[in-house]
Each structure stands twice: as C-alpha cells, then as structure tokens.
C-alpha cells in the first residue's frame, strides 16, 4: 500500500477585512496555495477557473491578502448580477448630469478599488459591449467614467473568476 504524502498549509484569515482562513492538507490544494502566494507577488490580471463550489473566491481573496496590495480594499463584483445596462454606470462610475436623475458624480467598483483588488466574479457573463472598456482598463489600466471625457488611471489589481469554459465561448 503507497504511503499518501501530505503537507499542511493554514493561511489565517481576517475577519475584519472579510478574508476567511484556508486550510490545507493535500498536496495538490498546497500546491494552489503555492500558486495564489506566486500570482499574489505580481500585480498582472489573474483568471481563476473551477465548477461552481469550489472556492474561487476564496482563493482570490487569499491572492489579495498575501501580495502587497492587501492594504487596499478587496472589491467583489458579480458580473452576473449586474444588469447590461447599468454595468458601465456601476463598473467605471458617472459624473454629475451624465444621466437623467444625476444630481451628483459617482465612483465606479474599478474606483473603490483604488491600490487594492478589483474582482470580478462570473466574469463569462459579462455583456458582450463592456468587454473592449474592460480590454483597454486591462491592457493600460484607463477608463473613463460615464459622462466624463477626461481619461482616469485605475490603480487596481484585477482578479476574475468563472465556471465557464471561456475557449468555447470564443
């Protein structure tokens, strides 16, 4: 009979900070640790995949709070919850008079997410008219917000989770 190898890995959370702890046994799950502590030391765009259930946000919340940007807030976005038309008004914000009802300008979750991480939860679901907005933040980190022409620089670190299988969509 083979001798299971195993390792231990307890990252401790925050509960203030809404950072749950993660704790590992097999060696595959503290080799996905491993890997969230090797992205978290970057500030390139992630992409976690999984079914549903099996902790994608959990892990970017580990990728957050282990890299240097866990000072800054840790915003989650459910791409899929957020109605086509108002998604660009919610993702890069809106200035005063931008709309009708408008009385007062607006941040955006890619704003309050300044110096921290920005994530975006079933991000497959996201409507086909934000993905060149959400490419230009990704590539340059600009945008702009609803109604404003003054270009903005966002200085937040984006995470993105789903369960769907991204290629086939292409």
Same mark, same amino acid.
């Given at each position: 009979m083979r001798k299971?190898?195993? =390792?231990?890995?307890?990252h401790q959370g925050d509960a203030n *900070?809404?950072?749950p702890s993660i704790v590992a046994v097999s060696r595959r799950? =503290?080799?996905v640790l491993d890997t969230c502590d090797l992205f978290a030391g970057c500030d390139e765009p992630v992409i976690v995949t999984g079914e549903t259930g099996t902790g994608k946000e959990l892990i970017s919340r580990r990728i957050h709070a282990v890299g *240097? *940007?866990?000072?800054?807030?840790f915003v989650p976005v459910n791409c899929a919850a957020v109605p086509g038309e108002l998604f660009e008004r919610e993702f890069f914000g809106h200035v005063r008079g931008a709309f009708t009802g408008s009385s007062a300008s607006s941040m955006g979750y890619v704003e309050?997410? *300044?110096?921290g991480t920005l994530f975006l939860d079933e991000i497959?679901?996201?409507p086909m008219s934000m993905q060149p907005k959400l490419l230009r933040l990704l590539e340059d980190g600009s945008y702009y917000r609803l109604g404003d022409p003054e270009i903005r620089q966002s200085d937040a670190r984006i995470v993105a989770a789903t369960n769907t299988d991204l290629k086939a969509l292409v």
């Amino acid at each position: 009979m083979r001798k299971r190898s195993t =390792c231990a890995a307890i990252h401790q959370g925050d509960a203030n *900070r809404g950072t749950p702890s993660i704790v590992a046994v097999s060696r595959r799950m =503290c080799q996905v640790l491993d890997t969230c502590d090797l992205f978290a030391g970057c500030d390139e765009p992630v992409i976690v995949t999984g079914e549903t259930g099996t902790g994608k946000e959990l892990i970017s919340r580990r990728i957050h709070a282990v890299g *240097r *940007r866990q000072p800054g807030p840790f915003v989650p976005v459910n791409c899929a919850a957020v109605p086509g038309e108002l998604f660009e008004r919610e993702f890069f914000g809106h200035v005063r008079g931008a709309f009708t009802g408008s009385s007062a300008s607006s941040m955006g979750y890619v704003e309050k997410a *300044r110096g921290g991480t920005l994530f975006l939860d079933e991000i497959g679901e996201l409507p086909m008219s934000m993905q060149p907005k959400l490419l230009r933040l990704l590539e340059d980190g600009s945008y702009y917000r609803l109604g404003d022409p003054e270009i903005r620089q966002s200085d937040a670190r984006i995470v993105a989770a789903t369960n769907t299988d991204l290629k086939a969509l292409v």
